[in-house]
C-alpha cells in the first residue's frame, strides 16, 4: 500500500514538531571551537524541501551557521564528480569506524586506511584528491563552486570560524601527518588540512541544507535550481556513506530509530535524505555527547515517525504535489 503524504500534512508535522521541540534544553554547545561556544543555544529551524522546489521551513531556518562536518559530504560528491565513485572508495573506502569523528586510532586499527570520506581523517584524505592538484586557490574554487550547485546558493566563509578552527585544530594535524605517513594523503598535507579546515567554517542555513539534501534525494536534480547537478549514480554512493556513518558510532542507533540517513555537524545542523520525497534539514547548536544535535535529532526523528518516512519502510511514499 503507498504512502501518500500532502503537502498540508508535512507543514503540519513540521509546525508541531517545532512546537513540540523548542523548549528542550538537554545537550550543550561545541566549546573546544571558541566560536561556536557562543552561538545562542535557543535557535531552533527546520526545512523540507519537496521535488517540485516547494520548502516548508519553521524556525530560524534563515540563521547562518557553521556547516561543520556536513561539508563532508558535498566534498566527497565533488572528488566523485571529478575522479569517479571507484577511486573514492580505493583511495580512501566506504566503511564505518565505529569510533568517534576525530579519531586517530581509527586510521592505524584500519590497516593505515582513512576509511570513510565522513569522518575527519577521510574528508582531509578527500580534500587532497580535489582537482587540481598542488593549486589551493584552484582548489577552494572547485570547493565553492560545488556547494553552491548543490545549494543553489551563495555560500560565504565565516572568517572568525575559520580563525578559530585553524587555532585549535591540533588533533586534525596530527591526522594529516598520519595519512601522510601512511601515503593516503594525495597532496600537500598542509594544504589538504587548510582546505578541511576551510569548507567547515562555511556558512549555511537550515534551508541550503534541506536543498543539497533534495539534490541528493532526487539523484543529483537541484529542485529550486531546476539543474542537474551531478550523475545520479553518485546519489546512491553518497546515501549509502550517510546512512553508514552519518551519526558517526550512534549510526546505527539512528537508522534504527528513525530510518532517514542524515549527516550531522557540530556546528548543530543535521541533513537527511528521503531519496526520490524530499531533503531535510534541522539546526540546533546544543550537542549532545557524540557531537551531534539534540533538538535537530529529535525533530527528523518525530517527522520521520509522524509521516511513516523511514527508508526501510515497504510502503511508496508518494507526495501530493
Given at each position: ?8 500534512q508535512i507543514n503540519d508535522a513540521v509546525e508541531e ?305
Amino acid at each position: 500500500m503507498d504512502n501518500i503524504i500532502t503537502k498540508s500534512q508535512i507543514n503540519d508535522a513540521v509546525e508541531e514538531t517545532y512546537n513540540l521541540f523548542m523548549g528542550v534544553k538537554d545537550g550543550k554547545n561545541a566549546d573546544y571551537i571558541p566560536y561556536l561556544a557562543n552561538i545562542p543555544s535557543d535557535l531552533f529551524g527546520i526545512s523540507i524541501v519537496l521535488e517540485d522546489g516547494t520548502v516548508i521551513s519553521c524556525g530560524a531556518t534563515d540563521y547562518k551557521f557553521g556547516i561543520e562536518s556536513i561539508s563532508k559530504v558535498p566534498t566527497a560528491l565533488l572528488v566523485m564528480r571529478q575522479s569517479g565513485s571507484k577511486e573514492l572508495l580505493e583511495k580512501i573506502g566506504a566503511d564505518a569506524t565505529g569510533l568517534p569523528f576525530n579519531s586517530i586510532c581509527a586510521i592505524i586499527l584500519e590497516n593505515d586506511h582513512p576509511s570513510t570520506p565522513l569522518v575527519n581523517a577521510g574528508a582531509i584524505s578527500a580534500c587532497s584528491m580535489v582537482k587540481p592538484v598542488g593549486k589551493s586557490d584552484q582548489k577552494w574554487a572547485e570547493i565553492m563552486q560545488n556547494i553552491n550547485e548543490l545549494t543553489a546558493s551563495d555560500i560565504t566563509l565565516i572568517d572568525e570560524l575559520y580563525k578559530s578552527e585553524s587555532e585549535t585544530n591540533y588533533n586534525n594535524r596530527a591526522i594529516a601527518w598520519l595519512l601522510k605517513n601512511f601515503s593516503r594523503i594525495y597532496d600537500d598535507p598542509d594544504m589538504a588540512l587548510d582546505l578541511y579546515t576551510r569548507q567547515c567554517s562555511l556558512a549555511v542555513t537550515t534551508k541550503d541544507l534541506a536543498v543539497m539534501g533534495s539534490t541528493i534525494a532526487f539523484a543529483g536534480f537541484n529542485p529550486v535550481s531546476k539543474k542537474q547537478i551531478f550523475d545520479p549514480e553518485y546519489a546512491i554512493k553518497t546515501t549509502s556513506l550517510i546512512a553508514t556513518v552519518g551519526f558517526y558510532q550512534n549510526t546505527g542507533d539512528w537508522m534504527y530509530s528513525c530510518g532517514i540517513p542524515a549527516k550531522t555537524g557540530v556546528g548543530g545542523g543535521v541533513m537527511g535524505i528521503v531519496p526520490g520525497v524530499m531533503g531535510i534539514a534541522a539546526f540546533s547548536p546544543p550537542l549532545d555527547e557524540a557531537g551531534n544535535s539534540v533538538r535537530a535529532q529529535l525533530a527528523i526523528k518525530h517527522i520521520a515517525n509522524k509521516l511513516n518516512i523511514n527508508i526501510y519502510n515497504q510502503a511508496k511514499i508518494k507526495i501530493e504535489l
